[in-house]
């Protein structure tokens, strides 16, 4: 098993061989690399040498390579030898660790110090703590005295093993690291600075949640017997904030509103004005100035499978930030207020998603992944437990942002928030099978009103607007409300069974509450 190109051939190094072991299963020679600036030292089970081989003759000849004994301690030296010879098979040994088995004479004065290949880690480096001379791998016993020898044996041996290649100059390397070396000992011991880099990449979670953080903040309100927390939107610099209004009516009477901001400072606020139709408020911080405001987008471009993140309280727990995809567009969503109450219904067509959303997130940001706002959070549909508690299963509910910003624009300037009609009264459509929604029939036509002006009549069946199906009356309702009044829209409706399409201005209700 000799090279013609290893310079170490003539007189091939014998390194120690393992000890006699009783079983098989410490035949690991596993490499554990120490701590930077710590001492490497034996870890492994203590191995014995095997018997070194016979001098070469004495003869004027040319020189050739030869290696002292490495328990020693001896560097490699220069020899004369008279011919190459081929050392017998019985003589040799591996140059790696834990291929041969051969046994040490028992007379071998170092045979209780001798080190294996395995350096040992450094003090405390095991998980349950332990000196530096403890076992680096099971089943292995502690290192004896000796280290002087040992540490000596070692570097001999690495420096021949570098003769047969990689593997040599690595565990040289390993061998006599210190703290003014470049290579990496430890991970606790190098930070990579990539890894903490403040650019974060475009388009990820993490840059969106860095750069919309700052402007979410947590709310917590208390009134009569109820208190609860929602989440918010920042919308100016002197604390103007967006959220839902069952988040905040049950402060509505002499009840205590408090913001948490992201940077852990709490400040009282008070509602600006609510919008019980859109679920929507506007409450304002006391005492504010340089805050962050949110990006504001558009969501009338929005894409199913379009990728958007959540960031709230979710249970409390304030900046929680989850992600999900656009799961449908318009969806027709109807809720009551924070009290069930039926009266103060909501119907609005929602951006529907399954990032994480909980009782909690209420009024807090959709984002895209750009970190632009493209709805508000608001309802979710969920499978409740026996004790009452809900939580998400991926059906989640948002006020699309367009409706949000008008909304917001009216209670900020101290309006009744005007809605848009169509003037009509609409039922379920049923097919030919009795339970098949199949759109929103008119009942009734308001006199004047902008159905009336546009023709329309009871019994039409609505079945679209602006290309949007309408399958159900509810579905009618929330996609008008998502208009301004005096926009116009695009009616498909059918009558005596013919499809039939007319423009429609819309009409408002005046800005009423109800």
């Given at each position: ?9 003539a ?13 098989t ?7 554990v ?5 710590d ?6 089970a203590p ?12 003869a ?6 030869g ?28 140059r ?26 450094s ?13 680096a ?28 290649g ?6 040289f ?13 430890s ?17 990820t979670v ?5 750069k ?45 509103i408090?913001?948490?901001f992201s ?25 504010q ?45 109807s ?12 119907t ?60 917001a624009?009216?209670l ?37 009103g902008?159905g ?24 009618l ?14 009616v ?23």
């Open positions: 098993m000799t090279d013609s190109n290893d310079p170490f051939a007189n091939p190094y014998t390194p120690p061989t393992d000890r006699e072991r009783k079983g299963d410490d035949t690991d020679d596993t490499v690399q120490p701590h930077e600036g001492a490497a030292t034996a870890s492994q191995v014995a040498d095997a018997p070194p081989p016979p001098p070469p003759p004495a004027p000849a040319s020189s050739a390579s290696a002292a004994d490495p328990a020693a301690g001896e560097p490699t030296v220069e020899v004369p030898a008279q011919q190459e010879t081929t050392p017998p098979a019985e003589d040799y040994t591996h790696y660790p834990g291929t041969g088995e051969q046994q040490a004479p028992m007379d071998d004065p170092y045979r209780q110090d001798e080190p294996t290949v395995a350096f040992a880690t003090p405390g480096a095991g998980y349950g703590g332990g000196s530096g001379d403890g076992p791998t099971g089943g292995s016993t502690p290192a004896r005295p000796g280290r002087g020898r040992m540490a000596a044996a070692g570097l001999a041996f690495l420096v021949l093993a570098a003769g047969a990689y593997g040599g100059a690595w565990a390397d390993q061998q006599n690291d210190d703290s003014s070396s470049s290579g990496v000992v991970s606790l011991d190098d930070s990579d600075d990539d890894a903490t880099q403040a650019s974060l990449p475009a388009g993490e840059q969106v949640a860095a919309v953080l700052p402007s979410v903040v947590q709310i917590n309100v208390r009134g009569g017997q109820e208190s609860g927390s929602g989440t918010g939107v920042i919308l100016s610099q002197d604390g103007e904030i967006l959220t839902n209004n069952h988040v905040v009516e049950v402060a509505g009477d002499g009840g205590t408090t913001v948490a940077d852990g400072s709490n400040a009282k606020a008070a509602i600006v004005g609510t919008d019980p139709k859109t679920d929507l408020a506007v409450i304002k911080a006391e005492g100035s340089g805050l962050s405001p949110a990006t504001l987008g558009s969501s009338a471009d929005l894409r199913v499978g379009q990728e958007v993140i959540a960031i709230g309280s979710p249970f409390g727990l304030e900046s929680t930030v989850t992600q999900g995809i656009i799961s449908a567009l318009n969806r027709p969503v809720s009551s207020n924070a009290s069930g109450q039926e009266q103060t219904r909501t609005f067509p929602a951006v529907q998603t399954d990032a994480a959303i909980n009782p909690g997130n209420s009024g807090g940001p959709l984002v895209d992944l750009k970190g632009r706002v493209i709805a508000i959070n608001s309802a979710i549909k969920s499978a409740t437990t026996s004790s009452g508690e809900a939580g998400s299963i991926g059906l989640g509910f948002a006020i699309p942002i367009d409706l949000a910003k008008s909304v624009k009216q900020i300037a101290g309006k009744k928030v005007a809605h848009a009609q169509i003037g009509v009264t609409v039922d379920n459509a049923l097919g030919e099978d009795g339970i098949t929604s199949t759109g929103a029939q008119i009942k009734e036509v308001t006199p004047d902008a009336a002006k546009a023709g329309l009549k009871p019994g039409d069946v609505i079945t679209a607007v602006n290309d949007t199906l309408i399958p159900s009356s509810e579905a309702v929330a996609a008008v409300r998502g208009y301004s009044p005096g926009e116009k829209i695009d498909t409706y059918t009558r005596d069974g013919k499809k039939n399409e007319v423009e429609v201005t819309l009409g408002s209700d005046g800005g009423t509450a109800e």
